[in-house]
């Protein structure tokens, strides 16, 4: 069974920066598993904020950015805002058997 | 715009079929680029994605519940559904439905998640 695995929770000052990571067991991931970001805030549905990698919607705060690092998809927070405090998942594409994983959910908190 | 709205059974007994709809409002569900699909949140937990159908009607579901799930479209109505049989107290969740959307743009494939259902609330108990 896949597992993506994310840090179970971080802390970041106002005005600091915060990388969230999102590994595959199956190994290094790349852009060909298309990884989607996702903010969650309590009593909320979750809410895109990147997709493929590093790719913005036009509701994303521009301190949001995606990429790629050490094997694995990451997403940073510069310039954290308290409104950022929430739970991040991320959502890999595993294309052999053409279904998805949702990351164990990193619970970001501002303080 | 698009939104999406599921309903259903709010409570289900434990071995019964759980059945829930989602309705598409703002656009088909027969455009092509697309697939529909069902994830859940079990509470003070993480998200489980269920599966997916594409607009032809191809549908793929997560291992772990391939043996109980069906997901179908109906196009006439724009909506797309959830089957989920021998329900048990594990299943309680909330269950949202999403669009994903498959685009290329300069030659590389996109693949995003919107929009998504607001979500509902399913409990399992007798």
């Known amino acids: 069974q896949t597992v993506v695995t994310q840090e179970p929770s971080l802390t970041v000052s106002p005005g600091g920066t915060v990388t969230l990571t999102c590994a595959s067991s199956?190994?290094?991931?790349?852009?060909?598993?298309?990884p989607n970001w996702f903010q969650q805030k309590p009593g909320q549905a979750p809410r895109a904020l990147i997709y493929?990698?590093?790719n913005k919607h036009s509701w994303t705060p521009a301190r949001f950015s995606g990429s790629l690092l050490g094997g694995k998809a990451a997403l940073t927070l510069s310039g954290v805002q308290p409104e950022d405090e929430a739970e991040y998942y991320c959502?890999?594409?595993?294309?052999?058997?053409?279904?998805?994983?949702f990351g164990t959910g990193t619970k970001v908190t501002v303080l | 715009q698009l939104q999406l709205q599921e309903s259903g059974s709010g409570l289900v007994k434990p071995s019964q079929t759980l059945s829930l709809t989602c309705a598409v409002s703002g656009g088909s569900i027969s455009s092509g680029g697309y697939s529909w699909s069902w994830i859940r949140q079990p509470p003070g937990k993480g998200l489980e994605w269920i599966g997916y159908?594409?607009?032809?009607?191809?549908?793929y579901y997560n291992p772990s519940l391939k043996s109980r799930v069906t997901i179908s479209v109906d196009r006439s109505k724009n909506q797309f559904s959830l089957k989920l049989s021998s329900v048990t107290a594990a299943d309680t969740a909330v269950y949202y439905c999403a669009r994903a959307g498959i685009t290329i743009r300069l030659g590389a494939t996109l693949i995003w998640f919107d929009p998504w259902g607001q979500g509902t609330l399913v409990t399992v108990s007798s």
């Open positions: 199956t190994g290094a991931v790349t852009s060909g598993y298309y």
């Open positions: 959502l890999l594409y595993y294309g052999g058997a053409q279904l998805y994983v």
């Open positions: 159908i594409y607009h032809s009607g191809s549908t």
């Open positions: 493929s990698t590093s």
